[in-house]
């Protein structure tokens, strides 16, 4: 730099991540330690929503799989009222069932 111009820094501000304030930097900010509340709680929320959803999907998977399992053996036995061995139960009719299953 030349001796006749006034110095400066080439150094940008520092800008806040928490209120994108330039006043202060991040580890200074008046609102830090709410936001990281409300940060944590909303972490635990959806980490408690997780672990239901998980549970919920166990329990219809069992749900499911113990009623496949009951149709695949109730298909598996001949009509003997149309003399043919056609099964009972058709794959439409376990997929609709299926489908209009409430959630637990």
Do not use: W
């Not at 150094?11 to 990281?36: G, I, K, M, Q, W």
């Not at 549970?55 to 043919?84: C, H, I, W």
Request: hydrophobic share 30%; charged share 20%; glycine share 0%.
């Amino acid at each position: 730099m030349h001796s006749h111009y006034p110095s400066y820094s080439c150094v940008s501000p520092v800008l806040c991540e928490y209120c994108d304030s330039y006043d202060h930097d991040t580890c200074n900010c008046p609102y830090r330690a709410s936001v990281d509340a409300i940060c944590a709680s909303v972490e635990k929320k959806i980490n408690e929503l997780t672990d239901k959803m998980i549970e919920n999907m166990k329990v219809r998977t069992a749900a499911y799989s113990q009623y496949f399992n009951q149709s695949r053996e109730n298909s598996n036995e001949p009509d003997s009222s149309l003399g043919s061995s056609k099964p009972k139960i058709s794959l439409m009719i376990i997929l609709s069932h299926l489908i209009s299953l409430d959630p637990i």
